[in-house]
């Protein structure tokens, strides 16, 4: 009869790891919200600064100034990702006709 105590049951070795590209997704998604909070915010207090220097304390110039930031920021997140899904051409020579 085998000895029980000699043999070590074997247990399987957890991932600890995500795969790279969703870290690359999460890092991408990440630098996007950060960057149409941040632009969102500073076109918003600028919106504010111009609607009491020079607007009279009307609220369009902050609503401009909060879509102009937004905006600005969707394209730039949109860009990464475009740029993301299209090969790269590092090194690369292309040939024209």
Known sequence: MPD???TT???PVARTSRPMSEALLNEKWDRC??????????GLSFGIVFSVLLFKRRAWPAY??????????WEECDSSFKHAAA???????VLRP
Not at 35 to 41: D, Q, T, Y
Request: proline content about 6%; hydrophobic content about 35%; aromatic content about 4%.
């Open 87 to 93: 090969p790269s051409k590092d090194g690369l020579r």
């Open 64 to 73: 401009v100034g909060l879509g102009f930031g937004a905006g600005r920021a």
């Open 9 to 11: 049951p074997t247990t």
């Open 33 to 42: 919200l950060s960057s149409m909070l941040i632009r969102s915010g500073l």
């Open 4 to 6: 029980s105590s000699s």
